[in-house]
Each structure stands twice: as C-alpha cells, then as structure tokens.
T-cell receptor
C-alpha cells in the first residue's frame, strides 16, 4: 500500500491564481481530512469527509473547497490564492468508526503564495 | 467550542532524562487520544494512542496516561535520546471522527 499520496509536493502561486491539491489513499478509508500547518504552529482542520459524496467544514474552511466523488480521492481547491494561504497542507485518512481510529498523513504540499 | 491545550510549548532535557508533555481537552465525549511526532519537514506520525476505557498505555520508552475526570492526558518519554528531538502533538477525537490538535511541544534532547 502507498498509503496517503499528495501531489504536488511544492508549488508557488501568484495572488489570485487557482489550483487543486490532490490527495488519494489506497487503504479504503471512509474518513479523509485536509489540514493546514503554518510555520511553528499546530494543525488546523480545513475540511473533512466521512464518505464519498459527503463533505463538511472544519475550523478554517474560508477560501477553500473540496469534493469527494470517490472513496480514494479528496482534492482541495483554492480558487483565489491569497498570501494568507501560504502554508503546508496535509491530507489524512482514517478507517470507519471502530477499534482502529488512527489518522494516516500524507507527506504534505508546501504552498507559497507570492 | 472544542479545544485542546498543550503544555509546555518548548521542552529541553538532557539525554537520558525523562520528558513529560501535558494536554487538556474540552469535549467530555472525546474517547480517543493519539500522540503524533513530527520531525522537521516531515509528516506527523502516530507514536502512541489511548482510548477512554484505559487509564495508561506503555510502549517501550513511551507511555501515555489519561484522567477522564480531569479531562487531561500526558505523554511520558523515559531515557530520552537525541533522536527523540521533534515536535510532539496531542489530539482528541470529537464528533464526526475529527481530531482537534494541541499547539505542539518542541522537544530538544541535548547529548
């Protein structure tokens, strides 16, 4: 299993540009999550999904959109990039509610908005 | 709202000493508490977790304790080594399977 795969690993955007951060997992996990981590800070939940077709806002959803058309994929969309969105973005997944609740993280996407 | 407080924000110990990191949570319905280790430029990785029906769990040099009444849990690392140097995050599971993370503790183990 590859686990959670994020692409791209690095990206520089200009203010106002848009892009999609890709996330895919091959563990058949129902739950998927997007976090952002600013330098020296903790993880803030942007959006999450409990299954295909179902998404919900986390702590800091403004400026982002998500979709979940399949169990495997959970892309994060930035429509109008702003400098405040410069951060490291982590995607994570976890199995359905049950005895094993661990979230598995991808390697992250380092995004700079200039 | 849902919140996890983590202390201290930085911790420096000598190699071989013990390190303790403490977290408190606000949601009394939380029943799962993982700890993650994040090395510089890397992803967070689970090092130990505990469920609410257990008061303590140990894995070699790492242990976690949970006090549900007081709504706090702690990470204990014994016989620290330089490779333990990293940022450690606690978290608490809330409704919908979400994890609320603490602010992180930067642990430095000096040889």
């Amino acid at each position: 299993n590859a686990g959670v795969t994020q692409t791209p690993k690095f990206r520089i955007l200009k203010i106002g540009q848009s892009m999609t951060l890709q996330c895919t997992q091959d563990m058949n996990h129902n739950y998927m999550y997007w976090y952002r981590q600013d330098p020296g800070m903790g993880l803030k939940l942007i959006y999450y999904s409990v299954g295909a077709g179902i998404t919900d806002k986390g702590e800091v959803p403004n400026g982002y959109n998500v979709s979940r058309s399949t169990t495997e994929d959970f892309p994060l969309r930035l429509e109008l990039a702003a400098p405040s969105q410069t951060s490291v973005y982590f995607c994570a997944s976890s199995p359905p509610q049950g005895p094993i609740l661990t979230q598995h993280f991808g390697d992250g996407t380092r995004l700079s908005i200039l | 709202g849902e919140n996890v407080e983590q202390h201290p924000s930085t911790l420096s110990v000598q190699e071989g000493d013990s390190a303790v990191i403490k977290c408190t949570y606000s949601d009394s319905a939380s029943n799962y508490f993982p700890w993650y280790k994040q090395e510089l430029g890397k992803r967070p990785q689970l090092i130990i977790d505990i469920r609410s029906n257990v008061g303590e769990k140990k894995d070699q040099r790492i242990a976690v304790t949970l006090n549900k009444t007081a709504k706090h849990f702690s990470l204990h690392i014994t016989e620290t080594q330089p490779e333990d140097s990293a940022v450690y995050f606690c978290a608490a599971k809330v409704w919908g399977g979400k994890l609320i993370f603490g602010q992180g503790t930067e642990l430095s183990v000096k040889p």
